[in-house]
C-alpha cells in the first residue's frame, strides 16, 4: 500500500469522525433524554476508606432506541439507492 492511499483513507476516516462528532454535538443541544431513559442503568458505589467510588453505566434501552432508529434510516437509503 502505498502513502497516497493511506493518506486518504485517514482523511476519509477524519470526516467520517468530524461528521459523527458534530451530530453527536446538535443532538446534545436539543435535549433529547438519550442516555436517560427508564431502564438505562446507572449503579454508583461510594468510595470507603483506601476504596475509591466505582460507577457504571449501562444504557441498553437508549442503545436499543437508537440501533431500531438507525436500522430503519439505513433501510430507507439502501431502497433508494437500488432504484
Same mark, same amino acid.
Given at each position: @500500500? ?8 485517514? !482523511? $476519509?476516516? %477524519? ?5 459523527? #462528532?458534530?451530530? @453527536?454535538?446538535?443532538? /446534545? +443541544?436539543?435535549? !433529547?433524554? *438519550? #442516555? ?10 461510594? /468510595?470507603? %476508606?483506601? +476504596? ?10 437508549? @442503545? $436499543? *432506541? !437508537? ?10 437509503? $439502501? +431502497?433508494?439507492?437500488?432504484?
Amino acid at each position: @500500500m502505498d502513502f497516497s492511499t493511506l493518506g486518504k483513507g485517514i !482523511l $476519509i476516516l %477524519g470526516v467520517l469522525l468530524v461528521a459523527v #462528532g458534530g451530530l @453527536m454535538w446538535l443532538l /446534545g +443541544r436539543t435535549g !433529547l433524554p *438519550l #442516555g436517560r431513559l427508564p431502564g438505562d442503568i446507572h449503579v454508583e458505589t461510594e /468510595g470507603e %476508606g483506601q +476504596r475509591p467510588a466505582v460507577s457504571c453505566y449501562v444504557p441498553i434501552v437508549s @442503545m $436499543i *432506541l !437508537l440501533s431500531l432508529v438507525l436500522t430503519v434510516i439505513l433501510n430507507i437509503v $439502501i +431502497r433508494l439507492l437500488n432504484r
